[in-house]
C-alpha cells in the first residue's frame, strides 16, 4: 500500500536531517519517492522523469535545504509544478462566431464518449443553451438507441438512424443545427483504437467535412501507462483540442491526465465524476494534482458531502475534521452519520493523510457488525472515559469489554482507531497554511453555487 | 472447440500491428550487448513498469534478476531477456486455467468498472459456446445503463441465442432469477449474466452484486460457477484496486483482458495473478466475435518481453 507521500518524505528527512544540514543528494534521495508516487499513479514513465528533473533544479534552487520542514517544502514544490503542468483551470469552449459551435468526441472504445455527451448537452442546457446531438457509433450495437434514450432524458434531439453512415450522420446533424437555430452540435463518435488506421481516416474524414470547433479526446482516468500512446496517435491523426477526464468519481489516481496533457499540451476541459448526466464538473489542477499525489482532496469532500448529505450534516462533518477535541461520542456520531453517506470509504480516502487514515474506518465501514460492536463498546463507557479516552487503563478495557459482550482486542481496537483519526486530524490542522495552493484546506471553502 | 484452438494466434496477430512501440522497447534494450550497468536497470524496470506492472513489482523483477547477476548466473545482457522472460512466465503459468462449465446450467456472471467490455465478453462467449454445440442463454442484469438492454439484444439476435431480460430500471435480482428459473427449467448448458458497469468503489453498488450472487446461489446450489471480473488492458494501477475490492465482495473466479489489440499489454495483471491467485480465464483481442480466447502465458509474455 502506498503511504502517504507527504509522510514519506518526511520519514526520510527526518533520518537525513538528523545528521545536520541537507544537501543536494538528500533531495535528490527524497525525490525517488515522488517518482515512485507518480508512477503509481499511472504517470508515464518518461513524463515522470522529465518532471522530477524539473522538481530538483526548482527545490534545489528553492529554500528546500534550509527549511525546517524540507519534506513540506517538497511536497509543495512538486505540487505547484504539477499544477502547473496540469494547466489552467476553467477552460472554456469558445462559442463559434457562426453558431452551431460543433464539439467531436473521440476515444478509445468504453472510455465514456457517449455518457460525456449526453453530460455536455446537460451541461449547456442548464446554461440556456439549446444544443443538439449527432449519434455516429454506427458499429456498437444500440450505441444510437443509447444516445436517444439520454437525449430523450434531456429533451434534446438527437440525429442519426440505423443504416446511415457515421459522416453523413454528421453532415445533416450540421444542417439541422443550423436550419433549427440550435447550438452547440456534439458529435458522438464509435470508439476506436488509436492504431487502427482505417477507422481513424473516418475521424479525419468527419473532421475535414463537418469542421468541428472543438475536438475532445476522452481519456479514462484509470489508463495505465500507454496513456501516452493513445494520447499521441490521435492527437496526430485527427488532431484534438481538449481533454475530457472521465470515471474520476472511482479511486483512480489519474496521473494518466498528467500524461495526456504532456504529450498533446491541450487542456483537460471535464472531468466526469458518475454515470448520471449531471456528473460533469469543470476541471481544477489543483485537485487533480494533490489527488495524483495522494493527498487528498479536501475541497471535493467537502463538496461529496454537501451533495450526498444535507447543508447541516456537511457543516458538522466539516467541523469535527477541524476539531481537535474529538471525543467517543462525536467518534460514534460521525461513524453512524457517515454511515448513511454512503460510500465513507471513498470519502475519507480523499482527505490528506487519508492513506494512513484508511485502513482503519474501511475496515469499520466494511462490516457493519463492526460498527455495531462499536456502539456496544462505546455505550459501556461512562461519560468521563468518552470525553477522556486516555483515562481508559487495562481494567478499564476489561470492564468495558465485559459490559459490552465484546473482547478487549475490541476495546483496543477501538481506541487506537479513535486515536488514530484525532492524530490526522491534528496533521490536517498542521497542514493548513503551509500548502497555499491545496485550496481546500485553509478555510474549508465556501459551497459551491 | 475454437476457445482452446488456435490459441494466441489472433494475440500475436494483434501484436504485430503494434510492434513499432515495442521496437524501441523491452525488446530492444534486453537484446542488445551493453555492459549491465545502473543504467541499464533502471531503463529495465522502467520497461516493466511501461506494461503497467507497477513500480513496486518491476523494482522486484529487476532486483531478482541483480541476484542472478550477483551469483555469477548471468553475465550479459543479452541474458536478461531470458531471465526476465522466465520470470514473467512462472509468474503467470499458473494463471492459465480454463472455464469451469462442468454443470447444468452452469452459470457465468460477468462483472466489472465501466466501460471495460463485459457486454462484448458475454456475446462472444456465447457466441463461440454456441458453435461449440452448447445451448446457451443470455441475461441482461444491466438495467441501469441506457440501452443496454438493446445493446445485448442485438448481440443476441445476430448469435442466434435468447435474452432474458425486463424492462429499463427494474430490478436485475429479478433478472437473474428468471434467467436462472429458466435456464435449470430448460436444462440448458450455460446461462451468461451481462451485469451494469460499476466501479468498486461504490458501495451500494457493490452490495447490488453481491445480492445477484446471492440469488444466484440460492436457487442452484453450487452457482455461479464462474464470476469473472472484465478488465481493460489498458488500466493502470488501479486494475489491481478494481480486481481486490471486486474479489473481497463476491469471491471471483477469475479476469478477462480484454483490449488486448491496443497497444496496452495489461501488465497490472501479473500483479493480480500473484497477490490474488486469480487465473486469468478469458482474453479479449477485437470486437469480432471471434476474438475471445483462452489466456496463453507464453504469447503474452511474447508480448511483453518478445523473444527476438
Ligand atoms: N478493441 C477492442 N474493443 C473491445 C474489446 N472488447 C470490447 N470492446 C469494445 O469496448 C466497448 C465497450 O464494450 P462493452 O461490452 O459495451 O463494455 P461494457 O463493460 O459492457 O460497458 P458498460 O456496460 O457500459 O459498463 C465497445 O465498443 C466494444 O466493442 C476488445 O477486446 N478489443
Ligand atoms: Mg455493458
Known amino acids: 500500500m502506498l503511504d ?53 533544479a526548482r527545490a534545489v534552487g528553492q529554500d528546500v535545504l534550509k527549511s525546517l520542514t524540507p519534506a513540506q517544502q517538497v511536497v509543495k514544490v512538486v505540487h505547484d509544478e504539477l499544477v502547473e503542468l496540469l494547466g489552467g483551470s476553467g477552460h472554456r469552449l469558445a462559442p463559434a462566431p457562426h453558431p452551431p459551435t460543433v464539439i467531436m468526441l473521440i476515444g478509445l472504445q468504453g472510455s465514456g464518449k457517449t455518457t460525456t455527451a449526453a453530460k455536455l448537452a446537460r451541461h449547456y442546457t442548464t446554461q440556456g443553451q439549446h444544443p443538439i446531438l449527432a449519434a455516429a457509433d454506427t458499429y456498437r450495437p444500440a450505441a444510437q438507441d443509447q444516445l436517444q434514450t439520454l437525449g430523450a432524458e434531456l429533451g434534446v434531439p438527437v440525429v442519426g438512424a440505423p443504416g446511415e453512415a457515421p459522416l453523413a450522420i454528421c453532415r445533416r446533424a450540421r444542417e439541422e443545427a443550423a436550419a433549427r437555430g440550435l447550438t452547440p452540435l456534439i458529435l458522438d463518435t464509435a470508439g476506436r483504437l488509436h492504431i487502427d488506421e482505417p477507422m481513424l481516416e473516418e475521424l479525419r474524414a468527419i473532421r475535414r467535412e463537418v469542421a468541428p470547433h472543438h475536438v475532445l479526446l476522452v481519456v479514462d482516468a484509470m489508463t495505465g501507462q500507454d496513456a501516452v500512446n493513445v494520447a499521441e496517435r490521435f492527437n496526430r491523426a485527427v488532431g484534438i483540442d481538449a481533454v475530457v477526464l472521465t470515471k474520476l468519481d472511482g479511486d483512480a489516481r489519474g496521473g494518466a491526465a498528467l500524461s495526456v496533457r504532456s504529450v498533446t499540451g491541450r487542456p483537460i476541459a471535464f472531468v466526469g465524476t458518475g454515470e448520471k448526466t449531471d456528473a460533469l464538473e469543470p476541471f481544477h489542477p489543483d485537485r487533480l494534482a494533490s489527488r495524483i499525489l495522494g493527498m487528498g482532496d479536501v475541497l471535493s469532500l467537502v463538496e461529496r458531502a454537501q451533495a450526498s448529505v444535507d447543508q447541516e450534516q456537511a457543516e458538522a462533518l466539516v467541523r469535527k475534521l477541524r476539531e481537535d477535541a474529538f471525543t467517543l461520542e462525536d467518534f460514534r456520531a460521525q461513524l453512524r452519520q457517515v454511515r448513511q453517506m454512503g460510500p465513507l470509504d471513498q470519502l475519507l480516502g480523499m482527505l490528506p493523510f487519508g492513506r494512513a487514515l484508511r485502513g482503519a474506518p474501511q475496515e469499520l465501514t466494511a462490516e457493519s457488525a463492526d460498527l455495531d460492536r462499536f456502539d456496544a463498546i462505546i455505550a459501556s463507557m461512562t461519560p468521563g472515559e468518552r470525553r477522556h479516552p486516555d483515562t481508559i487503563n487495562g481494567s478499564r478495557r476489561q470492564r468495558i469489554a465485559r459490559g459490552s459482550g465484546t473482547s478487549v482486542q475490541d476495546v483496543n481496537r477501538l481506541l487506537k482507531q479513535h486515536a488514530q483519526l484525532r492524530k490526522m486530524m491534528k496533521q490536517l490542522k498542521g497542514m493548513e497554511g503551509k500548502l497555499p495552493r491545496m485550496k481546500g484546506l485553509p478555510g474549508f471553502p465556501t459551497p459551491r453555487g | ?159 442466434g441465442v435468447e435474452v432474458v431480460h425486463q424492462a429499463a430500471g427494474s430490478d436485475p435480482a429479478a433478472v437473474v432469477f428468471d434467467a436462472v428459473k429458466a435456464a435449470a427449467a430448460r436444462s440448458l448448458d450455460v446461462l451468461i449474466v451481462d451485469t451494469a458497469g460499476r466501479l468498486h468503489t461504490k458501495s451500494n453498488l457493490m452490495d447490488e452484486l453481491a445480492k445477484l450472487r446471492r440469488v444466484i446461489a440460492r436457487q442452484l446450489p453450487g452457482a455461479p460457477h464462474e464470476a469473472l471480473m472484465v478488465l481493460d488492458a489498458t488500466t493502470g494501477q488501479n486494475g489491481f484496486a478494481q480486481a481486490r475490492v471486486f474479489h473481497e465482495a463476491i469471491a471471483l473466479t477469475g479476469v478477462c483482458l480484454t483490449k488486448l489489440d491496443g497497444t496496452a499489454r495489461g501488465g497490472i495483471v501479473v500483479r493480480i495473478v500473484r497477490e490474488l491467485t486469480l487465473p486469468i480465464k478469458l482474453i479479449g483481442v477485437g470486437e469480432r466475435l471471434e476474438d475471445l480466447q483462452a489466456f496463453d502465458p507464453a504469447a503474452f509474455v511474447d508480448a511483453l518481453v518478445p523473444a527476438g
Open chain 2, 1 to 159: 472447440m475454437s476457445l482452446l484452438s488456435g490459441v494466441g494466434e489472433r494475440l500475436r496477430e494483434g501484436l504485430r500491428r503494434s510492434q513499432e512501440f515495442l521496437a524501441a522497447g523491452l525488446g530492444a534494450v534486453l537484446a542488445s550487448e551493453r555492459p549491465i550497468d545502473d543504467a541499464l536497470w533502471e531503463e529495465l524496470e522502467e520497461l516493466l513498469i511501461a506494461a503497467d506492472l507497477g513500480a513496486a513489482l518491476a523494482a522486484d523483477f529487476a532486483n531478482r534478476a541483480r541476484e542472478e547477476v550477483m551469483f555469477g548466473t548471468v553475465t550479459r545482457a543479452a541474458e536478461l531477456r531470458p531471465l526476465f522472460r522466465r520470470f514473467l512466465l512462472d509468474a503467470l503459468a499458473p494463471a492459465a486455467q480454463p472455464l469451469d462449465l462442468d454443470h447444468r446450467p452452469a452459470v457465468v456472471l460477468m462483472l466489472g468498472v465501466n466501460g471495460s467490455g463485459k457486454t462484448t465478453t458475454c456475446a462472444k462467449l456465447a457466441a463461440q459456446l454456441r458453435a461449440g454445440g452448447k445451448s446457451v442463454l443470455l441475461a441482461a442484469a444491466d438495467t441501469f445503463r441506457a440501452a443496454a438492454i438493446e445493446q445485448l439484444q442485438r448481440w443476441g439476435e445476430r448469435i
Open chain 1, 4 to 56: 502517504n507521500l507527504s509522510t514519506r518524505l518526511q520519514t526520510i528527512f527526518d533520518r537525513l536531517g538528523g545528521r545536520g544540514r541537507l544537501t543536494e543528494e538528500n533531495v535528490q534521495e527524497a525525490l525517488r519517492e515522488v517518482r515512485v508516487a507518480l508512477l503509481e499513479a499511472d504517470v508515464n514513465f518518461k513524463v515522470v522523469r522529465t518532471f522530477v528533473e524539473r522538481v530538483l
